[in-house]
């Protein structure tokens, strides 16, 4: 059985490090605490995502690589159908309180099922 905490502590400092910088930065030099605490807010939801990941076992996502692969193809064709255009191109969707692009999650399901069909 795994220990609770056997994630890279090594890892996971500078990473938060940064992300504390960037909440500082954002308080300090924007003006605006609207931004540092939405920024504050992702940094609290990758944690959350960061600690969910690393309990996985990454093993067990390559039984569901085609699955991932194509949800992934998915969040791409509703890109091209109802995605929001910004500076001439689409790429995100808009969830209303945040928008997705879902291209950045496509590069890590290609990532998986590249290794599971390999």
């Known amino acids: 059985m795994k220990k609770w905490f056997s994630f890279d502590l090594w890892l996971l400092l500078p990473a ?17 605490d609207h931004l ?11 944690l959350i995502v960061f600690f969910s990941f690393s309990r996985l ?9 085609p699955y991932l692969y194509v949800f992934g193809v998915l969040l791409l064709v509703v890109v091209l159908i109802a ?3 910004k500076f ?9 309180f945040f928008n997705l692009q879902p ?7 290609l990532v ?6 390999l």
């Open 88 to 96: 001439g191109s689409s790429r995100w969707i808009s969830l209303g």
């Open 112 to 117: 998986i099922s590249l290794v599971g069909y």
């Open 57 to 65: 076992y990454y093993q067990t996502l390559f039984g569901f690589w």
């Open 36 to 46: 540092a605490i939405y920024q504050g807010v992702f940094v609290v939801l990758g």
């Open 83 to 85: 995605g929001e255009t």
């Open 16 to 32: 938060l490090f940064l992300s504390l910088l960037s909440i500082l930065l954002l308080a300090t030099l924007s003006g605006e």
């Open 103 to 109: 291209s950045e999650i496509f590069k890590v399901i």
